[in-house]
């Protein structure tokens, strides 16, 4: 519709093509006659440049922000990086892969890395010390402990066979307690945390120490990933694999077989031996903790008390299976530390 009155159109007009015309009227009067004029330019080129301005503005506008973004991001990861580092540190420090946080760090983090790495060695001296003293406790106890059951052995208590089988008996138990209370003690479960055990360097000579031990001609051996490092403190897993695999040696008829797999984030240990294994109605009865292990197995002779209270504080879980071997299978799973 054109404008009725004088002057610009109020909007856009339609055009015949699609257009948008911008349409003015014009009012005349000539020899006494009106005389209307209405004219139309197409708008459209203008429509379309003010478009491709608001588009380019946008384009620049969203530019900005995304160089703004990622200019922040990278304040910000430059700022944090000193954390970033930190927080690596403390991951490598839990897989064994460290014993202490690096010394070279932002001023405002300087105390916490000082009393982190001093708080590490104040741990390991106080273990160190505590297993010093509980092997002098050991030993000091060992010599009255014999002493006792060669008196019981006397000719004094041969007339008195009841009262020498009680004595000798709770000598025994005694002797058991007190050994198993000592490893118990000794244990460093998860207290440091830089602590690891090398698969490739302790294992060999572990096999070679069995080798010599026990009798020739018995084949011995393990298999594990590359560069194994299981976050576990060396000592208390060379208790583990060593009563496992002494208690396989003595029943083993002629092969022992440890092996070490990787599951999830933590790691499978399967000992095998061929020996006369355990009954499978007996071996729940062995798991369970309530009964004595060198007792509950008959003819397997099965006393890793230790190795019980050894994954109880590690939070693993252990069972006893038949093995390919045709013996025993001790599968021991170990959880990812914490």
Not at 267 to 281: H, K, Q, R, S, T
Not at 302 to 319: F, K, Q
């Amino acid at each position: 519709e054109w404008p009725e009155r004088a002057g610009l159109a109020d909007e856009l007009l339609d055009g015949p093509q699609e257009q948008r015309l911008l349409g003015y009227r014009a009012e005349y009067r000539r020899d006494g006659q009106p005389i209307i004029i209405s004219v139309a330019q197409d708008y459209t080129p203008v429509l379309e440049s003010f478009a491709r301005v608001r588009l380019s503005g946008l384009g620049l506008v969203g530019f900005a922000l995304l160089a703004l973004l990622l200019l922040q991001r990278y304040a910000m990861g430059l700022a944090l990086r000193p954390l970033e580092r930190a927080r690596q540190q403390i991951a490598q420090l839990q897989q064994g892969q460290r014993q202490q946080l690096d010394q070279q760090a932002p001023v405002e983090l300087q105390p916490l890395v000082e009393q982190i790495n001093h708080l590490l060695s104040h741990t390991e001296d106080t273990l160190q010390r505590s297993r010093h003293a509980l092997g002098n406790l050991g030993h000091a106890l060992k010599t009255p402990l014999a002493v006792l059951g060669s008196l019981v052995q006397r000719e004094e208590l041969a007339g008195h066979p009841e009262l020498q089988a009680s004595l000798q008996e709770q000598l025994e138990q005694i002797q058991q307690r007190v050994s198993r209370e000592l490893g118990l003690a000794r244990l460093s479960v998860d207290v440091l945390p830089g602590a690891h055990f090398d698969c490739d360097a302790e294992l060999p000579a572990l096999f070679d120490t069995l080798a010599m031990i026990h009798r020739s001609g018995l084949d011995l051996r393990w298999q594990a990933p590359a560069g194994c490092r299981l976050p576990r403190d060396r000592e208390d897993m060379l208790e583990l694999l060593g009563n496992l695999l002494d208690n396989a040696c003595k029943w083993a008829r002629s092969r022992v077989a440890l092996s070490i797999e990787r599951s999830g984030d933590g790691f499978v240990l399967l000992v095998d031996d061929d020996g006369p294994g355990i009954p499978a109605a007996q071996r729940e009865q062995v798991i369970n903790r309530g009964v004595r292990l060198d007792e509950s197995a008959e003819g397997h002779g099965l006393g890793l008390g230790i190795v019980s209270d050894i994954l109880t504080a590690w939070r693993g879980e252990w069972s006893l299976e038949e093995s390919p071997l045709g013996g025993l299978r001790v599968r021991i799973a170990l959880p990812a530390t914490r």
